[in-house]
């Protein structure tokens, strides 16, 4: 079993920045894949950014490229996903996810088992 706790989200202006995080705990061990995916109201949930654990390997979402970046902390079981530049349409609820039974970081939805709670990211 896992558990993943995002935090960092709240409001920010446009332009602004924030970083979010994810703490993994439990059988965090057989974890190959994490990454956040959003969902704004009214639209589908999307993947954001996904690294791969073993290698470190990203894929992000072609709308946030150049903006977001992705990184982990191995030991200490962290994902961040630090957001610059951030712009109104950025507002959404973030989800942090996580996958044992992949090894590369894919943008799909349906290819995470295991998420978070998620954190709200207002820009405005």
């Known amino acids: 079993h896992v558990q993943l706790v995002e935090s960092g989200g709240g409001l920010v202006q446009p332009g602004g920045s924030l970083n979010l995080s994810c703490v993994a705990t439990g059988k965090t061990n057989v974890l190959n894949c994490m990454g956040w995916f959003r969902q704004a109201p009214g639209k589908e949930r999307e993947g954001v950014a996904v690294?791969?654990?073993?290698?470190?390997?990203?894929e992000y979402a072609d709308s946030v490229k150049g903006r977001f970046t992705i990184s982990q902390d191995n030991s200490e079981k962290t994902v961040y996903l630090q957001m610059n530049s951030l712009k109104p349409e950025d507002t959404a609820m973030y989800y942090c996810?996580?996958?044992?039974?992949?090894?590369?970081?894919?943008?799909?939805?349906?290819?995470?088992?295991?998420w978070g709670q998620g954190t709200q990211v207002t820009v405005s």
């Open positions: 690294i791969t654990r073993i290698h470190g390997g990203t």
């Open positions: 996810a996580a996958e044992n039974g992949i090894s590369w970081p894919i943008l799909s939805r349906a290819s995470y088992h295991y």
